[in-house]
């Protein structure tokens, strides 16, 4: 391109640019060259600047040393043209926590109840014949007793107001962790830009406009940009478009570089031209109203007709919005890869919460059905009352109070603390495990790790150091196993070998100084180029003069390394019009496209097949088995007169290849690494080594690792051969096939993406074996993507990991290290335990509490335990309990047992013997002290009283027994293998004894002082004694059910299955969706309204819209195709729209349902709405 700036001066750059700074462009200017696409790009770039040096000169910025970093500077820019930075959506205040957690429906029939109960306390019936109302105007003589009968209300008001408090304080603390994961998810990002003639890696925030980055494969990019120089640069811009196809981006054919876009292919610079709000992610932000999307909970996914699944970008989702440029796209964009399933407790959870939720509600609408009719027949047939208008009040009275009783079981039975464990355990296991080097990115993949009964590993710096060396080479018809002298080797093929591997290496890569004094120097960039530097160093030669003397920009051409090339070549320009070409990969694949070798004396000789074979017979395997990964360097002339080759016919350029030289390099296991496999292998999860190395290598560090034992029968297969044996004549993959295959696999080399996919989703969805498998992967490489994303739980490397395996992943690592796995599991086990210890404890105080709750209300027309009463028992045992039993810290002790795996019921034989033998227990002492109580303590019956009469003393002692023998019970619920120590370890959870001995003292201080509004009655020391005693009681009682075996209890049922195979659903849960309490996202179900939905699929379409026509959005730019849309379609629709959304973008622009409406239901404009 010309540099034509002189000849066409930009109309008003100077005038303009007066104001704005000194900078000859304008933000506006800058904006509106972003929204060009392609050849209208390149030409307006020519039009108004000349070039992109026209840009950078303008910008003040140089294309090769960067910005000075002059902090005044960059202020300019960044008040100028924007920070870098999409500001989050304001995190919902406590108040409307609070509303939210007033939505609780259980709570609702409280309030209501309440209020009733309050409204006719106050309501005094004038006069009238009290008698004539029968027994149900008993205890009203005493004036000042009947007046007190609003506490009753008043205090079920107030304890819903603690439960609200609670929940929206558990609320906000869990978001307000959320937004500290999130910030620190967004400090460890950073970015490559050149300042002062510095590659130096910045916060993606501090990136302005100007800026000189350096990107290359694998990066998410932070900002939009112009391309100024490329390599073979190849982008993913799904994200924007849609589109799934790779977009060449070129300086003459498309220099457009756009935010949150991944590098696919390539490496090069670009100049940042838009930042923050004012780039392409921050404009679909801003269009999409981000504030006022509230209610946006789904990330809505299209489909094109061909099928091809894309997504429309970026809905604002709550955790999407508290982060800047590059974390908006990440957590909005999940891509549409595959699905993954519930987490698997998420699945048996959800269940059990339903079942016991019928079950309550079948008990209370029983428990109020039989009292009313009690009452009514006892009233109205044997006292052959009749039914006078003055004794309405009084009868609602009673009416009410049977309703509230109802309620109270209804609350009792529906194990409401149950999300709150879940979160409490999570979140909590979240924060200790950052302590352990895994940053947790999905709350819910540190619970599913604990399941996880595979983990298919990388090798290369998960189970190795990732510090490569050359240990051994092969040049000049030489097997040096160690690093040879440089004078040994003739100075010809050094000189060769030294330019080879300093050009043909991303510039990027270099070996620095240590940073303390004696230790090693530090690897930048490519763990493998860095190794062959090390060998230029080695054979005491410098690389860096060979690069400033060819600099990036003069490099003809680059085939950049990628996972199916496997290999790397730079072109040069010779200067007698001439090519010469440098190559370097994996050796059995560049030795295959070799056909002559550098001799000793320096001088190409022919290599044919044969030779080859041998080669590798004699020095290549040999190098392998001792576990080196072999690299082979090559080079190729075209000479002048041949004229310029066809650079995009790839498979004719890399051939007939001189080989330079073949080395092997070491990558050592880590030191930690064995003993990890081996607690793993013990805790009955398989390892698998998933590797592109080559099997010899690949099988001698799994030896090392023990993936590999000795003398047992495994199979270590290459990419081609597993295909061969999984897939069909057609290619395609058979679970059946795949099913002989992965049981006995342990290492699998030469594996391409597809392969590693193909295998995780084969092992996830296989149904041999016992118990369904659940998976875990880590990978680094952009290529792990889509397995990371398909696994259960994708670990990602936080050191070595490019952005697009971040991304894809549930948990990074941020030390890169195997070990951390191992830690994850334990915390996962940690996790599910901590549930099922909460669940034991929770279901043994329901089962009674109902119990008593029915059997006390039907044979006594009163329950002996208050709704005040019962609230305060779901208190300590679902608040409290939770926090006390959810935060038991992890022992090593968790790795000795197998996984649970998918199937497993959440509730075993053993915690359902613990459940029904401490229900006994408990039942027995309640119903004894019920109906014999005032006997055995010498006081007066409580049974029978009139309403509004004062507390009894027999009441609260069985009230006061049941709380104590509750306490008790925490204490064996803290074992669930069926354990005889419950104390073991109980000094390790200060958390616990606190919260014990905490809610002992609340208990003495409501029994002692809570009077009316508790319904109690102050106790004696002796009675308290006893109260105690009888909770002691639960203990010895433990010991005895701990000693029944459990095999002989046969008839007992486990409870909360996983999802078995045929009812997995195909929904994926977004990560923003509360996605723990499902029983309560079945009630909201039916608010989402269609109007609503589908006003917001015609923003995200005037959105992609946009961006495909690269127009500004007007609303409506769509054109709607008016159509009468049926009730049928509203009802199908609005069901569909409620369950994450899939909703087909058809080339006509019409809206179809794709997810279950039969007819397309196409939105006209008046229905829709503009």
């Known amino acids: 391109m010309a540099n034509n700036t002189a000849d066409h001066p930009p109309g008003n750059s100077v005038a303009e640019g007066n104001h704005d700074g000194d900078f000859g462009v304008t933000m506006k200017e800058l904006k509106d060259l972003m929204t060009q696409r392609s050849a209208e790009a390149v030409s307006k770039i020519q039009e108004e600047f000349g070039d992109v040096q026209g840009i950078c000169r303008r910008l003040k910025t140089s294309p090769i040393e960067g910005l000075s970093g002059n902090p005044v500077d960059l202020e300019k820019r960044q008040a100028l043209f924007g920070k870098n930075f999409i500001p989050p959506k304001k995190p919902k205040t406590f108040l409307q926590l609070v509303w939210e957690a007033l939505q609780d429906v259980t709570l609702i029939i409280l309030e209501i109840a309440a209020i009733i109960s309050l409204g006719l306390s106050f309501y005094h019936p004038p006069g009238g014949n009290a008698e004539a109302c029968g027994q149900a105007a008993g205890g009203v003589e005493d004036e000042g007793e009947s007046q007190a009968g609003w506490i009753e209300g008043a205090a079920i008001l107030f304890s819903v107001i603690i439960v609200v408090l609670v929940t929206a304080f558990n609320d906000w603390s869990k978001e307000k962790q959320f937004r500290g994961l999130q910030n620190r998810i967004e400090k460890e990002q950073k970015f490559t830009v050149i300042r002062k003639g510095q590659v130096i890696q910045i916060p993606v925030a501090e990136i302005v406009v100007g800026d000189i980055a350096q990107i290359k494969y694998g990066d998410l990019l932070p900002a939009d940009g112009i391309l100024i120089q490329g390599n073979d640069l190849k982008l993913d811009e799904s994200t924007l478009t849609g589109e799934t196809d790779q977009v060449r981006k070129s300086l003459e054919k498309d220099p457009m570089l756009l935010s949150g876009t991944h590098v696919m292919e390539g490496s090069g610079r670009m100049m940042v031209s838009a930042v923050g709000l004012n780039s392409q992610t921050g404009i679909i932000v801003t269009l999409l109203g981000s504030s006022e999307h509230e209610e946006e909970k789904k990330v809505k996914k299209t489909k094109t007709q061909d099928g091809i699944a894309l997504e429309i970008q970026p809905l604002k989702s709550d955790e999407a919005a508290e982060s800047e440029e590059k974390e908006e796209v990440k957590q909005v964009k999940k891509v549409n890869v595959t699905k993954k399933e519930k987490s698997v407790l998420q699945g048996k959870l959800t269940r059990l919460a339903v079942q016991i939720g019928k079950a309550g509600l079948f008990m209370s609408a029983l428990t109020v059905i039989i009292l009313i009719v009690y009452f009514a027949i006892d009233t109205f047939g044997v006292q052959k009352r009749a039914w006078l208008a003055e004794c309405t009040p009084i009868y609602i009275q009673y009416f009410v109070k049977f309703f509230i009783i109802g309620v109270t079981v209804l609350v009792v039975a529906v194990p409401e603390g149950l999300p709150l464990a879940v979160t409490i355990s999570l979140a909590y296991s979240v924060k200790k495990m950052m302590k352990d080097n895994n940053l947790v990115r999905h709350l819910d993949a540190c619970e599913t790790m604990g399941n996880a009964t595979a983990i298919c ?339 990602a490397m936080g050191i070595a990991g490019t952005d697009v395996a971040k991304e894809a992943s549930d948990i990074i690592l941020t030390d890169d290290n195997f070990t951390s796995i191992v830690k994850a599991v334990m915390w996962g086990r940690n996790v599910y335990d901590s549930i099922s210890k909460f669940l034991q404890f929770q279901l043994t105080v329901n089962v009674v509490a109902v119990i008593v709750a029915f059997t006390g209300a039907c044979i006594t027309q009163d329950s002996p335990l208050k709704a005040v009463q019962m609230l305060w028992v779901n208190l300590i045992m679902d608040t409290l309990a939770s926090l006390a039993l959810a935060t038991e810290p992890p022992t090593e002790s968790l790795l000795l047992r197998k996984p649970y795996g998918r199937d497993k019921p959440l509730i075993s034989r053993t915690m359902m013997k613990n459940i029904l033998g401490h229900a006994v227990y408990q039942l027995i002492i309640i119903f004894t002290l019920l109906f014999a109580g005032e006997k055995f303590f010498d006081i007066d019956s409580g049974r029978n009283t009139p309403l509004h009469s004062p507390p009894s003393e027999h009441y609260t002692i069985v009230f006061n027994v049941f709380v104590m023998m509750q306490l008790f019970n925490e204490i064996n619920a803290r074992k669930i293998h069926g354990e005889r120590n419950v104390f073991e370890g109980v000094y390790k959870n200060p958390i616990f004894c606190s919260v014990v001995l905490g809610t002992f003292a609340l208990q003495i201080i409501i029994v002692q002082f809570g009077g009316k509004p508790f319904s109690c009655h102050p106790l004696a020391i002796d009675q308290w004694l006893w109260c105690v005693f009888i909770g002691v009681g639960e203990l010895l009682w433990g010991q005895l059910i701990t000693s029944i075996p459990t095999h002989h209890l046969k008839f007992l049922k486990e409870a909360g299955h996983g999802i078995t195979k045929e009812e997995i659903h195909k929904e994926e849960l977004t990560e923003d969706t509360d996605e723990i309490d499902h029983a309560e996202m079945e009630l909201r179900r039916g608010q989402i309204l269609w109007f609503r939905g589908l006003n917001r699929i015609q923003t995200q379409m005037d959105v992609v819209y946009t961006f495909q026509t690269g127009q500004a959005a007007v609303p409506g730019a769509l054109r709607r195709q008016p159509s009468v849309v049926s009730q049928h379609n509203d009802a199908t629709a609005a069901k569909t729209l409620s369950s994450p959304t899939h909703v087909g973008l058809s080339s006509s622009s019409s809206v179809t349902n794709s997810a279950g409406a039969p007819p397309p239901a196409a939105a006209s404009s008046s229905t829709a709405g503009n």
């Open 457 to 795: 590993s990388d090798k290369t710096g998960t189970l190795t150091m990732n510090r490569m060396t050359v240990v051994q080479a092969y040049i000049g018809d030489t097997h040096y196993k160690s690093v040879p002298e440089p004078d040994v080797i003739n100075p010809g093929t050094v000189d060769i070998l030294i330019n080879s591997i300093s050009v043909n290496s991303a510039y990027t890569t270099k070996i620095l100084p240590p940073e303390q004094e004696g230790g090693l120097p530090r690897h930048v960039g490519n763990k493998t180029e860095c190794a062959l530097l090390g060998l230029v160093l080695d054979l005491k030669r410098d690389y860096q003069p060979i690069r400033e003397e060819i600099p990036e920009e003069k490099l003809y051409k680059v085939y950049t390394f990628n996972s199916s090339r496997k290999s790397m070549s730079t072109v040069l320009k010779n200067a007698d019009g001439g090519f010469r070409m440098y190559s370097k990969g994996a050796s059995e694949i560049v030795l295959r496209k070799c056909s002559r070798i550098l001799d000793a004396q320096g001088q190409p000789r022919i290599f044919k097949p044969k030779d080859r074979d041998e080669m590798v017979r004699k020095v290549i395997e040999p190098m392998a088995c001792d576990g080196l990964r072999t690299i082979c360097v090559a080079y190729r002339d075209f000479p002048a007169e041949a004229g310029e080759p066809n650079w995009d016919k790839e498979n004719e350029i890399l051939s007939e290849l001189t080989c330079i030289a073949v080395v092997g390099i070491e990558d050592p296991v880590r030191p930690e690494v064995p003993e990890a496999i081996a607690k793993c292998q013990r805790a009955g999860i398989t390892v698998r080594m998933v590797t592109g190395d080559n099997i010899n290598t690949a099988r001698s560090i799994a030896t090392k690792c023990g993936i590999l034992l000795p003398g047992e029968d495994f199979l270590c297969l290459e990419g081609k051969e597993f295909n061969q044996q999984i897939r069909n004549d057609k290619g395609e993959v058979e679970q059946e096939r795949l099913d002989k295959v992965w049981p006995k696999l342990r290492v699998l080399a030469r594996s391409s993406p597809t392969d590693k996919h193909t295998l995780v989703k084969g092992i996830i969805d296989s149904t041999v074996g016992e118990t369904r498998q659940v998976v875990a992967v880590t990978g680094d490489g952009t290529n792990d993507g889509p397995a990371l994303k398909k696994a259960d739980v994708g670990f």
